[in-house]
């Protein structure tokens, strides 16, 4: 038996049977705007930006969730979705703040770009909406919930990539929120500050603390890199600006596929710190530390090396070395030993 096929905007397509018609569509090439889609995790069909006309079905369908069907007609394109999706952004935008001017989000924000594409220039509907205040108090991710538009991809990266399961939505209609257990702040509750919900924010409700107000996205460069925290190898964006690394985000690496931990996401400020070694230094006679050139201490490496395994033999001697350095480093390091030493007491932080 052949391929299951559907018919999409007029154009008859085969597919695999468990594919959503969303799936369906981008792999024949047809975009479909999406808010709430994360992929790799359930869809929830939380914004209905990615409606569709199914030919027989008495409603728009959202494409993210419904699985595509044998025989299926579908319509991306007509005005009946246009109407439906632009009405759908103009109810989201009268949903909360979202004042692109003050949002740090400007330029990067998915619902501003759908805002931008259907025209909307306006806020249509005037609403009083259920303000919870900005959570500001922890020192990584700052938790804007007017600017929030409930989409849950911060819930579904949480609780179905990281598997960390902290937050999820909390209260009722206008009054709904998406809270960690108790409705504790970030600090005092499950969350690890992995970030993956700044990551998939489609919008300002999630920022990076320290990134904010140190450059839009088209001032910055993006430098593809591999994490210098551990040996798994994470793939990452540093976002440069006049030489600086202003944030870092997670890139599709083969290990990592758009993931980063605490460490990756937030600890760079190493990178610019005044107390960061540039020269090699020398202990004196009278215990202080000295500036001296990689020359000079390479060299009084290499006497004590000397001395010590002659005294004592090579195996007096251990090297310890490190998942920050990368997989050709390490290698060399233990030829070093090895074979220049001539010992084999060579051992690395991440063995155990
Ligand atoms: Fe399908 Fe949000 S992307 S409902």
């Known amino acids: 038996m052949g391929m299951p096929t559907l018919t999409i905007d007029g154009k008859l397509v085969e597919f695999t049977p468990g594919q959503t018609i969303l799936e369906v569509a981008k792999a024949n090439g047809i975009n479909i705007p999406t808010l709430c889609h994360l992929k790799d995790t359930t869809p929830t069909g939380a914004c209905r930006i990615c409606l569709v006309e199914v030919k027989?079905?008495?409603?728009?369908?959202?494409?993210?969730?419904?699985?595509a069907g044998n025989g299926m007609e579908v319509k991306t394109d007509t005005e009946t979705v246009h109407v439906s999706r632009r009405l759908n952004v103009e109810l989201l935008l009268a949903s909360g703040?979202?004042?692109?001017?003050?949002?740090?989000k400007n330029g990067s924000c998915k619902l501003q770009s759908l805002a931008y594409a259907y025209g909307i220039?306006?806020?249509?509907?005037?609403?009083?909406?259920?303000q919870y205040p900005a959570e500001t108090e922890n020192p990584l991710i700052i938790?804007?919930?007017?600017?929030?538009?409930?989409?849950?991809?911060?819930?579904?990266?949480?609780?179905?990539?990281?598997?960390?399961?902290?937050?999820g939505y909390g209260y009722r209609g206008a009054k709904s929120k998406i809270?960690?257990?108790?409705?504790?702040?970030?600090?005092?509750?499950?969350?690890?500050?992995c970030g993956q919900c700044v990551e998939?924010?489609?919008?300002?409700?999630?920022?990076?603390?320290?990134?904010?107000?140190?450059?839009?996205?088209?001032?910055?460069?993006k430098v593809r890199t591999t994490c210098p925290y551990c040996g798994v190898g994470c793939q990452m964006d540093l976002h440069v600006k006049d030489g600086k690394v202003v944030k870092v985000t997670a890139a599709d690496g083969q290990s990592n596929k758009e993931r980063l931990c605490v460490k990756g996401r937030f600890g760079y400020d190493f990178i610019d710190s005044p107390e960061r070694l540039t020269t090699p230094l020398i202990k004196g006679e009278d215990g202080r530390f000295q500036e001296a050139s990689w020359d000079e201490a390479l060299t009084l490496v290499a006497k004590k090396f000397k001395a010590i395994k002659k005294e004592?033999?090579?195996d007096?001697?251990?090297?310890?070395?490190?998942?920050?350095?990368?997989?050709?480093e390490n290698y060399l390091f233990q030829k070093l030993f090895r074979a220049g030493v001539g010992t084999n007491n060579v051992d690395h932080c991440a063995r155990l």
């Open 56 to 67: 027989g079905a008495r409603t728009l369908v959202a494409s993210c969730a419904m699985p």
């Open 97 to 104: 703040n979202h004042n692109c001017l003050t949002c740090e």
């Open 121 to 130: 220039t306006d806020i249509r509907f005037k609403g009083q909406t259920q």
């Open 143 to 167: 938790r804007d919930f007017s600017r929030c538009i409930l989409c849950g991809r911060c819930v579904q990266a949480c609780n179905e990539i990281q598997v960390n399961r902290a937050i």
């Open 179 to 193: 809270v960690t257990t108790g409705d504790r702040p970030y600090q005092d509750s499950d969350c690890v500050f």
């Open 200 to 221: 998939v924010c489609p919008v300002g409700a999630l920022t990076e603390k320290k990134a904010v107000g140190l450059g839009r996205p088209w001032e910055t460069a």
């Open 312 to 314: 004592h033999g090579a």
């Open 316 to 328: 007096a001697l251990a090297g310890l070395t490190s998942a920050r350095a990368t997989n050709e």
